[in-house]
């Protein structure tokens, strides 16, 4: 590998423009070979070399370039402002080509070519020629393309494995990591020179500190003492306080349940007072029409015509009597008079809905799973009290005989509740559900959302507020016994149907 960086071939720069004619018809006539295209890279970077040497020892070469800039554009502004209406511009023209032609020239002659695009060639025909390699490496350190460089450079060294472009490379890393060095020492001195002042104030800050620390220590355990009588002082005070405030909220709670249970007392006997009154009247009503035994049968009879001879039979005595003493009752009162009260009917009429609802559809249902009632039980199971189970509805506690012997029955508003929650689909009553399916598929009665809006009518409406004492007029009573049994699908019609 031939290395001519600082041996030159010739003793101007300009001796290199033959040369390098001379190798671009050789280059030309065997396009092909690698080794002509670095060759005629390399004398253009030794032109390149030889020139920079020039130009550092000749001055007026080095500025040259820019001195015909200036006189360029010096001509130019002259002329555009003094003379170009005085000198043609075909005069004036040739002068300026001239220029720069010459400029041009000049800037050629300042920053030859350094061969890069034939080194490219080269590689391009033949990429392990390490000349090539070497050679680009070289201008891209010229560049300050360092890392590009180092690569260049050590590729070139792994394809040729050239010693003396070994010792170039070692060369070009040791100045390197002088230039390193150097800067890193240079960078060292300043900042200790800017460290040095602060060591100093460091030192001083550390002595207050240190004093500080002493003051604290002192302060600190001045606060220590008194924040540990303070804590002892807060607890006991804390303590009294709660005592206090626990004696005050016990008497405050006992007297709040004396008077809650003094007021539930009083209520309950109310209620007890009302539901005897109720049942009073009732009892009177009945003896009376018992003793007009003669209108009390006309009243059945009423009742039995509407209903129908075999649904009227298919009743228990019992809800054919509440029926015949409330439409009995309905005959005698004042229908006209808004002061007239029909409570009396309207109880009558919800005994006998309720006494049918329990024979038609609970009754038969705690019968039909009497022997295999604790998987129902146990799903209706919700907890525990005193020994005995809690359940979900009162619907299981009727099919319980063994722990509920007493609850036998239920209520209009118990029986509602059953209801609703087996046509929403609530598991626990799943077997309930399956139950009134069966009922239609016997008797075609469906006991559903119908039937559920008429009963929620029936116990929201008329049924409790009759316990409550409330006035029910004659539109009221009227609407109860629609709903009852006067029309075809009333809740007594249907409960009749099923068997």
Not at 170 to 178: A, D, L, R, S
Request: net charge positive; charged share 30%.
């Amino acid at each position: 590998m031939i290395m001519r960086n600082e041996k030159f071939e010739v003793a101007d720069p300009g001796f290199y423009d033959t040369l390098i004619s001379d190798q671009k018809k050789k280059a030309g006539k065997d396009p092909k070979n690698a080794a002509q295209w670095v060759e005629l890279g390399r004398l253009e970077y030794e032109r390149a070399e030889m020139t920079k040497l020039f130009v550092q020892n000749h001055l007026l070469i080095r500025w040259l370039p820019i001195l015909c800039y200036i006189i360029l554009f010096s001509v130019s502004y002259i002329y555009f402002k003094n003379y170009i209406h005085i000198l043609p511009l075909a005069v004036i023209l040739p002068a300026s080509i001239f220029i720069i032609a010459v400029t041009i020239k000049m800037t050629m002659i300042r920053y030859p070519r350094t061969g890069h695009r034939y080194f490219q060639k080269a590689l391009v025909l033949d990429h392990s020629n390490a000349d090539a390699t070497m050679y680009l490496g070289l201008i891209a350190l010229k560049k300050y393309q360092k890392k590009k460089a180092y690569d260049l450079l050590e590729r070139a060294c792994e394809q040729g494995g050239n010693k003396k472009l070994e010792r170039e490379l070692k060369t070009v890393y040791e100045k390197e990591f002088f230039e390193f060095f150097n800067k890193k020492s240079d960078k060292e001195k300043e900042l200790y020179r800017t460290i040095e002042p602060l060591q100093n104030e460091i030192k001083t800050l550390k002595t207050e500190i240190e004093d500080l620390k002493n003051k604290t220590t002192s302060v600190i355990k001045k606060a220590r003492t008194e924040k540990v009588k303070t804590g002892q002082t807060i607890r006991q005070v804390k303590f009294d306080m709660e005592n206090q405030i626990e004696k005050i909220q016990n008497d405050y709670e006992k007297q709040i349940a004396d008077l809650e249970q003094a007021m539930e007392a009083e209520e309950a006997e109310k209620e007890f007072e009302k539901k005897r009154l109720v049942h009073l009247n009732l009892e009177i009503l009945e003896a009376k029409a018992l003793e007009k035994k003669q209108s009390f049968e006309q009243a059945a009879k009423k009742v039995e015509d509407i209903m129908g001879h075999a649904l009227w039979l298919s009743l228990s005595k019992q809800t054919r009597s509440y029926l015949a003493t409330a439409e009995y009752a309905f005959s005698i009162l004042d229908t006209t008079s808004e002061e007239t009260d029909f409570s009396l009917v309207g109880m009558e009429l919800c005994k006998a809905l309720e006494t049918e609802i329990n024979r038609k559809l609970v009754y038969p249902f705690a019968k039909k799973i009497a022997g295999c009632s604790g998987e129902f039980l146990k799903i209706n199971k919700i907890g525990e009290t005193k020994g005995l189970p809690v359940y979900f509805t009162m619907l299981a506690k009727v099919v319980d005989k063994q722990n509920y012997p007493e609850t036998t029955s239920l209520t209009l508003g118990q029986y509602l509740f059953v209801l609703k929650k087996t046509l929403e689909g609530e598991y626990a009553l799943d077997e309930y559900g399956n139950y009134l399916e069966s009922i239609l598929d016997a008797s075609k009665i469906i006991i559903g959302r119908k039937f559920l809006q008429k009963l929620k009518i029936v116990t929201n409406d008329y049924r409790n507020s009759i316990v409550h004492m409330t006035h029910m007029n004659s539109q009221q009573c009227r609407n109860l016994r629609e709903l009852v049994f006067l029309k075809k699908d009333s809740l007594l019609m249907e409960c009749c149907k099923t068997n």
